[in-house]
């Protein structure tokens, strides 16, 4: 199955500032996702994000709050921008492997103060 | 729609004894596939098992088993003899073969008390 590597680890920023974290995997990969994880909560897609295609957006989520690139099949990153204390999260990248299982980073632990 | 219920949030049990994580699912696909993941404190989450809607047949990896039962939608996990390290939030998943999006229960937390 394939690797990624998902940067930050974690980060504290100041509200109103945006982060952007990063996923590189190591095998080209087709779909990959993006997910917040609210303290003790499950995991929530954000978004959809296929190499050469704007990303697909859940309900809840804009583009102009959580932008995402994709300019490979190995690397795509995901924005938070204009930050509040509500963003506080862990925020994770998932790739879908050829065996239909999907890989998770280590994931970014985001506290907006 | 898909959607996957766990009803229990938190499980609490002694070490050595044996537990049983429920996972009941709803989906309109034939095709589809069913997913249990460990998230230890330390928060990465680790894949444990993937069962595809035409392979019924349960499976057992050293102390953790699976019984996946098409008649009740169900996928339960079940770990035996269970161990400290066993403490971890542990999340059932599903995804359909159309579109391969994975949607998450709400996860069951376990205490493994020694």
């Known amino acids: 199955s394939a690797v990624i590597s998902q940067k930050p680890s974690r980060d504290i920023c100041q509200r109103g500032t945006s982060l952007t974290i990063q996923c590189q995997v190591d095998s080209q990969v087709t779909m990959m996702f993006w997910y917040r994880q609210q303290p003790g909560q499950s995991l929530t897609l954000i978004a959809t994000?296929?190499?050469?295609?704007?990303?697909?957006?859940e309900s809840g989520f804009v583009i102009d709050k959580f932008p995402i690139s994709r300019p490979n099949l190995t690397f795509s990153t995901l924005t938070v921008s204009n930050m509040s204390p509500e963003d506080s999260s862990i925020y994770l990248c998932?790739?879908?492997?050829?065996?239909?299982?999907?890989?998770f980073g280590s994931g970014t632990r985001l506290t907006v103060v | 729609a898909q959607k996957v219920t766990q009803a229990q949030t938190e499980i609490s049990v002694v070490e050595k004894e044996d537990v049983t994580l429920d996972c009941v699912y709803e989906t309109r696909d034939t095709t589809y596939y069913l997913f249990w993941y460990k998230q230890p404190p330390s928060g990465e989450l680790v894949f444990l098992i993937r069962r595809n809607s035409f392979d019924e047949q349960n499976e057992i990896s050293g102390r953790y088993s699976w019984n996946f039962q098409k008649s009740t939608s169900s996928f339960n996990f079940t770990i035996t003899a269970s161990q400290v390290v066993d403490s971890a939030v542990y999340f059932c998943a599903l995804s359909e073969g159309g579109s391969y999006i994975p949607t998450f229960g709400r996860g069951t937390s376990l205490i493994v008390h020694p």
């Open positions: 998932s790739v879908l492997g050829t065996d239909y299982g999907y890989t």
């Open positions: 994000a296929n190499q050469g295609s704007e990303a697909t957006y």
